[in-house]
């Protein structure tokens, strides 16, 4: 499940993290949320689902001497 976690301190200084954004995708939730909150990045850091590989899976199909896949 992918959510944002926003906490507002006592001090009104506000923090947000990714949860479930895998990747780099991450990274386009920082504007969103800097225009939402009416504010400005000043610390950044990398979560472990930064590092998180994702799934993705590659698909090839050959034909070798007229023979079509299955014959």
Request: charged residues 20%; negative net charge; aromatic residues 4%.
């Amino acid at each position: 499940m992918k959510r944002i976690v926003v906490t507002v301190a006592a001090d009104g200084t506000v923090s947000a993290e990714t949860l479930g954004i895998k990747g780099s995708k991450c990274l386009d939730y920082i504007a969103v949320l800097e225009d939402l909150l009416a504010a400005q990045t000043v610390n950044s850091e990398y979560t472990s689902d930064y590092t998180a590989a994702t799934n993705t899976v590659s698909v090839r199909q050959e034909q070798h001497d007229g023979l079509q896949p299955g014959e």
